[in-house]
């Protein structure tokens, strides 16, 4: 069970490179996200997607598009990158349910903007 | 506003003492409170949770957490530490707010650090 797979692991962009990131869980969750991470900020998300066919702004929206394509895949696309958008990315997925709704992340993709 | 504070940056404990790390949150309403753990360059993987109940959590790895509501706090704690639990750990809390499809909001992480 590969649980929730993003790719690539790392890139390097140069200033104004566009760039897409790819994320698919095999969970059949409703709810995606994506998250950055950087030091001493803990994670913010910047997406996320409830349900197939609606996305929403979380946190840090600027800069970033994202696509639901279908309930297993929802990638994060950088237009125009800026050295702001050196981070790590997080994809996420969970059940949406009043359970607790416990949320899986994926390894993770290392961006460096130069 | 919700929120969650992780007050220390970093623990730093003898393998076998007690451990340790503190989270307090901030939310309307009856909290979802979560741990999670990072390794060096992976994913975050879920230790526990709390949705209600007993106010003592077990979750993986021996970890267990205390939900005190008085004192809004949700540390992470652990009778023996092992070297190898040595990670950053992040407290989390689910966002209460109408349409919030479930997302966490997440402290800013503590590294813990087990010395032999």
């Known amino acids: 069970n590969a649980g929730v797979t993003q790719t690539p692991k790392f890139q390097v962009l140069k200033t104004g490179q566009s760039m897409t990131l790819q994320c698919a869980q095999d969970m059949n969750h409703n709810s995606m996200y994506w998250y950055r991470q950087d030091p001493g900020m803990g994670l913010r998300l910047i997406y996320y997607?409830?349900?197939?066919?609606?996305?929403d702004k979380g946190e840090v929206p600027n800069g970033y598009n994202v696509s639901r394509l279908n309930k297993r895949e929802f990638s994060l696309r950088l237009e125009s990158a800026a050295p702001s958008q050196t981070s790590v990315y997080f994809c996420?997925?969970?059940?949406?349910?009043?359970?607790?709704?416990?949320?899986?992340f994926g390894e993770g993709s290392w961006l460096t903007v130069v | 506003a919700q929120s969650v504070a992780q007050p220390e940056d970093q623990v730093n404990v003898a393998e076998g003492n007690p451990l340790t790390v503190k989270c307090t949150y901030s939310?309307?309403?009856?909290?979802?409170l979560f741990w999670y753990v990072q390794y060096p360059n992976r994913g975050l993987q879920f230790l526990l949770k709390y949705i209600t109940g007993d106010n003592l959590v077990k979750g993986s790895y021996g970890f267990e957490a205390e939900f005190n509501k008085s004192q809004t706090s949700f540390h992470l704690k652990k009778p023996s530490a092992l070297v190898s639990d040595s990670a950053l750990y992040f407290c989390?809390?689910?966002?209460?707010?109408?349409?919030?499809?479930?997302?966490?909001?997440f402290g800013s992480g503590t590294r813990l650090l087990v010395r032999p």
């Open positions: 996420a997925s969970s059940a949406q349910d009043n359970s607790g709704n416990t949320i899986y």
């Open positions: 989390a809390v689910r966002d209460m707010e109408v349409d919030s499809s479930y997302k966490l909001i």
């Open positions: 939310v309307s309403g009856n909290p979802y």
């Open positions: 997607s409830a349900s197939e066919g609606t996305t």
